[in-house]
T-cell receptor, first 114, second 116 residues
């Protein structure tokens, strides 16, 4: 069955430090991969997505992610975090069973130390 | 910008009550989704709809039903609310073009439902 694993439930980094959030997936074909961010009290906003082509994908707010088929991973990175990046981050994979469904990971909560 | 709105940000109901959660999108999207979000479990799909009057069960449909009478509106119904349905409920929509699963889902702000 399709699944997404975000191994880190909670990560704390200092402002200005680099960030990498991990995402591993299990999927039987070429996946479509997404990273979403949820700020406190808000809905989810798309950061970036990968469908095909260049495996390094650029997103909004200075984020990027790299698709590594051999490792079944789609890790999110940012070279220098800002206090406003404190949020929960979700990785997702689709399509599921030929339908317009996504499977989401458990989420990683990011805390920024000043 | 796509806008997905949900009727309430916070809702408190009693066990056994019938609860309606409303979602409206303004971008003429074909697909609409209802998720529940619980700590440590991420988002789990309850129901989705790819057209008016069409619906498909998600991963956790038990205790819920949905209604889509108009393209822009997708309602989630808790027939008899129970305490284990206390959760954050998120609505999303997406455009069909590009094929199944390929389109970005746009999310509403969520409704935090508490069932006492």
């Amino acid at each position: 069955a399709q699944s997404v694993t975000q191994p880190d439930i909670h990560i704390t980094v200092s402002e200005g430090a680099s960030l990498e959030l991990r995402c591993n997936y299990s999927y039987g074909a070429t996946p479509y991969l997404f990273w979403y961010v949820q700020s406190p009290g808000q809905g989810l906003q798309l950061l970036l997505k990968y469908f095909s082509g260049d495996t390094l994908v650029q997103g909004i707010k200075g984020f990027e992610a790299e698709f590594k088929r051999s490792q079944s991973s789609f890790n999110l990175r940012k070279p220098s975090v800002h206090w406003s990046d404190a949020a929960e981050y979700f990785c997702a994979v689709g399509p599921i069973q030929g339908a317009q469904k996504l499977v989401f990971g458990q989420g990683t909560r990011l805390t920024i130390n000043p | 910008d796509v806008k997905v709105t949900q009727s309430s940000r916070y809702l408190v109901k009693r066990t056994g009550e019938k609860v309606f959660l409303e979602c409206v999108q303004d971008m003429d999207h074909e697909n609409m989704f209802w998720y529940r979000q619980d700590p440590g479990l991420g988002l789990r799909l309850i129901y989705f709809s790819y057209d008016v009057k069409m619906k498909e069960k998600g991963d956790i449909p038990e205790g819920y039903s949905v209604s889509r009478e108009k393209k822009e509106r997708f309602s989630l119904i808790l027939e008899s609310a129970s305490t284990n349905q206390t959760s954050m409920y998120l609505c999303a929509s997406s455009f069909l073009a590009g094929g199944p699963g390929t389109d970005t889902q746009y999310f509403g702000p969520g409704t935090r439902l508490t069932v006492l």
